[in-house]
């Protein structure tokens, strides 16, 4: 069955980084695309960022765009955040999810992974 | 960008009677529209994709319609585990995508 785990958050202070990561098994890693989707405490869903499934094209949202940088290994079917310079409004669960390939096709996010909490405090 | 509104904030509804939310999209999104359920300590569920398409496991009396820039999720007979909140997600504005800030259904 398909399985995303997140993995990778705690607690760090604002202007430092920190990676993320999602181990993907279950189905064919390198047939989709990967996104990272946030939710900070009390708030609604955010789509962070996405890559494309051979990791070519990666695309953000304008509140982390050079900041964060979404990447994937096929071989090891595993997608990463790397978060820099972060900031209090970074805190939130952040969430992988796949959807197919969106240079496509128009596809809904389907599995999602159980989310990883960051916070960003001093 | 697609911005995305939802109403109302917070819906209560007695045990059994439907629950009818809204969503509606700044431009067309034609129906690349997402449903999700929201429950605290647990991942997005998907409900509802492509506006009206059930998405596998999802009980019956959870339907959506809408397309363009306006859309509906309805629960037919809302049950005490509907408890949550509820997202709708475009799709359409491909690489940008976007959430709605959510609707909370609780039980009167």
């Known amino acids: 069955q398909v399985q995303l785990v997140d993995s990778g958050g705690g607690v760090v202070q604002p202007g430092r980084s920190l990676r993320l990561s999602c181990a993907a098994s279950?189905?064919?890693?390198?047939?989709?695309?990967m996104h990272w989707v946030r939710q900070a405490p009390g708030k609604g869903l955010e789509w962070v960022a996405v890559?494309?499934?051979?990791?070519?094209?990666?695309f953000y949202a304008d509140s982390v765009k050079g900041r964060f940088t979404i990447s994937r290994d096929n071989s090891r079917n595993t997608l990463y955040l790397q978060m820099n310079r972060l900031r209090a409004e970074d805190t939130a669960v952040y969430y992988c999810?796949?959807?197919?390939?969106?240079?496509?096709?128009?596809?809904?996010?389907?599995?999602w992974g159980q989310g990883t909490l960051v916070a960003v405090s001093s | 960008e697609i911005v995305m509104t939802q109403s109302p904030a917070t819906l209560s509804v007695s045990p059994g009677d439907r629950a009818t939310l809204s969503c509606r999209a700044s431009q067309s999104v034609r129906t690349n529209l997402a449903w999700y359920q929201l429950k605290p300590g647990q991942p997005p569920r998907l409900l509802i994709y492509d506006a009206s398409t059930t998405a596998t496991g999802i009980p019956a009396r959870f339907s959506g319609s809408g397309s363009g820039t306006e859309f509906t999720l309805t629960i037919s007979s809302l049950q005490s585990e509907d408890v949550a909140v509820y997202s709708c997600l475009q799709y359409n504005n491909r690489p940008q995508f976007s959430f709605g800030p959510g609707t909370k259904v609780d039980i009167k």
């Open positions: 999810s796949r959807t197919c390939d969106f240079l496509t096709g128009y596809c809904a996010f389907d599995y």
């Open positions: 279950g189905f064919i890693f390198s047939n989709y695309a």
């Open positions: 890559t494309s499934h051979d990791g070519s094209q990666k």
